[in-house]
């Protein structure tokens, strides 16, 4: 099932940039294939024995030929399939879970858990985060194979634990599975919603560099104009992520506090967005880093998004209900892809206000970035929903079983509201954060967020049959209320695992979110800079991506171990 429209892209899509690699050494004004720069030209580069080192306009134009070349790079494309994105969600949740069983196998043998730092980075890492680097780039022409090779390699671990387990613990299977639908669990920890945007946030930071490399499909960028590209879902994804957890959502409902007080504090949360935002901007200009127009405008940028969106929605939620905000997100989603359909707001967005893709004035200059403001505003209200219910009161496995059911049952409506509107409204467009988009977004973000639920669940049943064993980042089992009190609901951990989270690599990421994908961003341009990332070979890709992601989480590793968070608003 692919998203993608049939071939009718507007005119202006048609630049003249090639899309290959090579697209740079063809042309004659372009760098060293200049008749007149060569390598014999008296009054070129080193030959020349009055220019010095070598000529100020042939290294300019080198310097303009590597920018138009990497921004042809990544232009023009149509993303891939619903499916093949969908299964690339499904390698994270697994590699959690082959993360949580390998610990518990751990513990099974040598009877303590996994406790040296250096031991559990090098094991989250290699676990957790190279399979994701391998799938988007070597591994991609068989990422229909990995999923179900991740799912074996679970599933051996697994038969092990269970045969393995002592004598003494050894129970019937059916009763084990009825324990553990009585199970209960921390009703204040929802370890799905933690690892879902930490996963959110390295996903993006492996995607923001990898790109820029031919090993990493074309098909896995941002689509163009239209299309699912695996960085446009990520774009959503943070929206989501961002949502979920809001200050709306985490207020109890038994607290009054003033109608406009989450405003206040919304302020005060996102000017470090807007800071960042602005130094983004004026780097980028600064040392004419490549850049994708169409895909915010000229100076506009995902910080800018971020933080107006935010503001935005704590605005809609001091005047509406925010349990009706699924209500709003609707109405906007809907509101706007109608405005799209039947007035020129399409074409403006698409064209500019003159047809040609003219870029003159504030509005034109930055139409993408600032008119997405209503897509991207209605994910955010729809996830703000999203976050209400899952953190309504859920202390058994049973609940969450059923939980799961509903939200899979959401899913299914999503993906047929997705097949309606791509058919009779619009297909999936990031570019102007279109119904079909914000649909996708959400449905697709549910399901990650699913799989985490269940890879959370099974680990919670592979734990009761190894009694003592502990995984950080997920679900604590705590004991059943007291049943002799009627109004008692308050439940008592078993075993607390806040020790292990301090090796934990998704707690030390979760700790510093924002410095993470700030590191991320600062190093992504630094490679760039440094690197001719168009005509790497495969393994020298393969190590500077393994390296970068190292790096990044290395330092949070060390903050986190230090109890460093650093946050100053």
Not at 157 to 168: L, T
Not at 192 to 210: C, G, K, Q, W
Not at 325 to 333: E, F, G, K, P, T
Request: hydrophobic letters at 45%; one cysteine or more.
């Amino acid at each position: 099932m692919r998203a993608c429209p049939p071939p009718t892209a507007p005119v202006h899509l048609r630049l003249p940039q090639c899309r290959g690699p090579d697209s740079g050494k063809s042309s004659p004004d372009s760098g060293k294939s200049s008749p007149d720069s060569g390598k014999d030209s008296p009054d070129s580069g080193k030959s020349s024995p009055d220019s010095g080192k070598s000529s100020p306009d042939s290294e300019e134009e080198r310097r303009m030929s590597q920018k138009h070349l990497k921004e042809a790079f990544i232009s023009n494309l149509n993303g891939t399939s619903l499916l093949e994105i969908s299964v690339g969600l499904s390698l994270a949740p697994l590699c959690l879970l082959c993360r949580g069983l390998l610990l518990i196998l751990y513990y099974l043998h040598y009877g303590k858990p996994l406790s040296s730092r250096k031991y559990s980075l090098l094991l989250d890492f290699l676990v957790l985060v190279s399979p994701l680097l391998f799938s988007c780039t070597v591994l991609s022409p068989v990422i229909f194979f990995v999923p179900p090779v991740i799912a074996a390699i679970c599933a051996g671990i697994f038969s092990k634990i269970y045969s393995q387990r002592k004598r003494e613990t050894r129970v019937p299977f059916r009763q084990i599975v009825k324990d553990f639908q009585k199970t209960y669990l921390d009703p204040e920890y929802i370890p799905a919603i933690t690892v879902f945007r930490v996963y959110v946030n390295v996903l993006t930071s492996i995607s923001i560099l990898a790109v820029d490399f031919p090993q990493y499909p074309r098909r896995y960028a941002k689509a163009e104009t239209y299309g699912t590209g695996v960085m446009d879902l990520g774009v959503g994804a943070f929206i989501f992520g961002n949502a979920v957890i809001c200050p709306e959502v985490r207020q109890r409902s038994c607290m009054t506090q003033p109608k406009f007080s989450n405003l206040a504090r919304q302020f005060f949360s996102v000017w470090p967005l807007i800071v960042l935002g602005i130094g983004r901007l004026l780097s980028v200009k600064s040392i004419e880093y490549h850049e994708h127009t169409s895909e915010y405008g000229v100076h506009w940028n995902f910080f800018f998004t971020l933080a107006f969106v935010r503001l935005a929605a704590s605005l809609l939620l001091a005047i509406f209900p925010k349990n009706n905000s699924w209500i709003v997100a609707i109405n906007l989603a809907v509101l706007y892809q109608l405005i799209l359909n039947t007035t020129s707001l399409k074409t403006f967005i698409l064209h500019g206000s003159d047809g040609r893709d003219t870029r003159v004035g504030v509005l034109n200059a930055n139409r993408e970035g600032l008119l997405s403001l209503f897509g991207y505003l209605a994910i955010y209200m729809a996830s703000v929903q999203v976050g209400l219910w899952l953190l309504k009161c859920r202390n058994s496995v049973k609940g969450w079983i059923e939980a799961v059911c509903f939200l899979l049952l959401t899913v299914l409506v999503l993906f047929v509201f997705l097949h309606v509107s791509q058919a009779y409204a619009d297909p999936v467009s990031r570019r102007m954060a279109n119904l079909s988009y914000c649909i996708w977004v959400v449905a697709h973000c549910l399901t990650f967020f699913i799989c985490f639920v269940v890879s959370d669940l099974t680990l919670v049943f592979t734990k009761l049959l190894v009694k003592g064993s502990s995984v950080p980042c997920c679900w604590n089992v705590v004991k059943p209320p007291n049943a002799s009190k009627k109004h008692e609901t308050e439940a008592v951990p078993m075993q607390r695992e806040g020790k292990l989270s301090h090796i934990c690599l998704i707690s030390a990421i979760n700790k510093n979110q924002l410095l993470f994908f700030l590191l991320a961003n600062v190093m992504t341009g630094t490679v760039n800079i440094l690197i001719d990332t168009i005509h790497s070979k495969t393994a020298f890709t393969l190590c500077i991506l393994h390296l970068y992601m190292f790096f990044n989480c290395l330092i949070m590793h060390i903050l986190h171990a230090k109890n460093i968070v650093l946050k100053f608003w």
